[in-house]
């Protein structure tokens, strides 16, 4: 389990977290195939990542800020940049914001999860998570290990990620922001759900529970989120809030 908290400074080298990932083949190895012989299963893995400094004007919202924040340095020696077609999707509650960004050119697919915070107008990055990636039925039991625990700002996150999705499921403290549009309440085993499309790819659930806000959000259906919603509220969900 990986606790980061990241100081902005004007340039941020930092090692390639472990710990968290269920991604494999992270080195070159050699397997075999069904007849014996060898064969390259050559993967390409991020060795470094760089927090660039970016000014106001390309920082005015947090995906615009993960654009011109971000680098990572590959295994293969290259450097990259998101772009945004590799923004999967973004939320964002008062002056805290989250966005799943898949990592460019690596494989097997790695994907990034970026907490951002709104400074005087300017978004920054101040924390950066990775993905665990699984090729499972989508469900509850797929999230495990809490990817980040922030004992400070009293937050938690859980990240589930396959080829094409990656869906999260956060606490934070009640705060007021503003609702994104598109989005209705319903009630739910006694919770009054807040749920709709924030985008075209992008579903949002969110309910509060003892001062806290719940909320679940990915480039996941509408229904599939509020099924998830109501996995999360099962006695049997591994999930804890505590």
């Given at each position: 389990m990986i606790i980061l908290r990241l100081p902005m400074i004007l340039l941020l080298v930092l090692a390639i977290m472990t710990g968290c990932s269920?991604?494999?083949?992270?080195?070159?190895?050699?397997?075999k195939n069904s007849s014996g012989k060898e064969i390259?299963?050559?993967?390409?893995?991020?060795?470094?990542?760089?927090?660039?400094?970016?000014p106001l004007i390309k920082s005015k919202t947090?995906?615009?800020?993960?654009?011109?924040?971000?680098?990572?340095?590959?295994?293969?020696?290259?450097?990259?940049?998101?772009?945004?077609?590799?923004?999967?999707?973004?939320v964002t509650f008062g002056d805290?914001?989250?966005?799943a960004v898949k990592?460019?050119?690596?494989?097997?697919?790695?994907?990034?999860?970026?907490?951002l915070e709104?400074?005087?107008?300017?978004?920054?990055?101040?924390?950066?998570?990775?993905?665990?990636?699984?090729?499972n039925l989508l469900e509850i039991n797929s999230f495990g290990d809490p990817l980040l625990i922030d004992s400070k700002d009293k937050q938690m996150l859980w990240a589930y990620g396959d080829k094409k999705r990656v869906v999260v499921i956060g606490k934070s403290p009640e705060k007021p922001?503003?609702?994104?549009?598109?989005?209705?309440?319903?009630?739910?085993?006694?919770?009054?759900?807040?749920?709709?499309?924030?985008?075209?790819?992008?579903?949002?659930?969110?309910?509060?529970?003892?001062e806290n806000m719940i909320w679940i959000s990915g480039n996941i259906?509408?229904?599939?989120?509020?099924?998830?919603?109501?996995?999360?509220?099962?006695p049997d969900s591994p999930i804890e809030f505590d």
């Open positions: 269920t991604i494999q083949d992270r080195n070159p190895e050699q397997a390259s299963n050559k993967g390409i893995s991020v060795k470094k990542l760089f927090l660039r400094e970016a947090p995906v615009q800020a993960v654009l011109h924040q971000m680098e990572w340095v590959l295994s293969d020696h290259s450097k990259v940049v998101p772009l945004n077609k590799d923004i999967l999707w973004s805290q914001g989250v966005v990592v460019p050119k690596t494989k097997p697919v790695l994907y990034n999860i970026l907490n709104n400074e005087k107008g300017k978004w920054v990055i101040n924390g950066i998570n990775e993905c665990p990636v699984d090729n922001f503003i609702q994104p549009p598109g989005i209705k309440s319903i009630t739910v085993k006694g919770y009054k759900f807040f749920v709709g499309k924030i985008s075209t790819n992008e579903s949002l659930l969110y309910y509060f529970d003892s259906s509408e229904s599939e989120i509020i099924r998830l919603a109501k996995e999360l509220q099962s």
